[in-house]
């Protein structure tokens, strides 16, 4: 069965930009979080949807927002491009709360 | 706060070693544990994932042990290859009022010599 899959793998944009991130989970799976990875940070948690509903939201700008759609398919948005922004933005999908996430291969952004 | 820790950072061995990577966190309020593996500049791969009432699982040459009331998982890795060179990541699954979430470790980077 298909996995989880992220578009596009790789985006550069200019500093003031805004960017669209997509992630399409495991058929099946309705829950859908996102991280952000970077090598000064590691992996952190930015939020989860579950059934179209944020459920959870880690400690980031309100420039980070995402929604999810009744497909189950998710999208995250970055407005205001700044340089820390560059980094590997991963997908996670999951069946439900503790049963165990499948990543994506994640997209790389780099803002200039 | 949730805080996960990974010992050591780095770690090389000649093939065909056994080895043992550790993963502790400070709440035990988990649901399960999972270890992923990380090559360069890729997603994660889910290796396993142990629930909070499990004491170990096995896939392979893999073992992961978890020890929820010390805060403490192990991932033994039998007669290491090569290919098993990459970052190993474990990860939390937090009980929460709503929602869900890991918080994840900082990454054990294994090289495995030929």
């Known amino acids: 069965k298909a996995g989880v899959t992220q578009t596009p793998r790789y985006l550069i944009k200019t500093r003031g930009q805004q960017v669209t991130l997509s992630c399409s989970p495991i058929s099946g799976h309705r829950s859908v979080s996102w991280y952000q990875q970077t090598p000064g940070q590691g992996l952190q948690f930015l939020f989860e949807y579950f059934s179209e509903t944020q459920r959870n939201k880690g400690n980031f700008p309100g420039r980070f927002s995402g929604r999810q759609f009744s497909n189950s398919r998710s999208e995250m948005n970055v407005s205001t491009l700044e340089l820390g922004d560059s980094a590997l933005y991963l997908c996670?999908?999951?069946f439900g709360q503790g049963k165990g996430y499948t990543f994506g291969s994640g997209t790389r952004l780099t803002v200039v | 706060k949730q805080e996960v820790t990974q010992i050591p950072a780095a770690l090389s061995v000649p093939e065909g070693e056994n080895l043992v990577l550790n993963c502790s966190f400070t709440?035990?309020?988990?649901?399960?544990l999972q270890w992923f593996r990380q090559d360069p500049g890729k997603g994660l791969t889910s290796l396993l994932l142990?629930?909070?009432?499990?004491r170990e699982q096995t896939s392979g040459r893999l073992n992961a042990s978890l020890d929820k009331s010390s805060g403490r998982s192990t991932l033994y890795i039998a007669a290491s290859q090569p290919g098993d060179s990459a970052t190993y990541l474990c990860?939390?699954?937090?009980?929460?009022?709503?929602?869900?979430?890991?918080?994840f470790g900082t990454g054990t980077r294994l090289a495995v010599r030929p």
């Open positions: 142990i629930q909070s009432s499990q």
């Open positions: 709440d035990s309020a988990i649901y399960n």
């Open positions: 990860a939390v699954s937090e009980k929460k009022s709503s929602g869900d979430k890991l918080t």
């Open positions: 996670a999908s999951s």
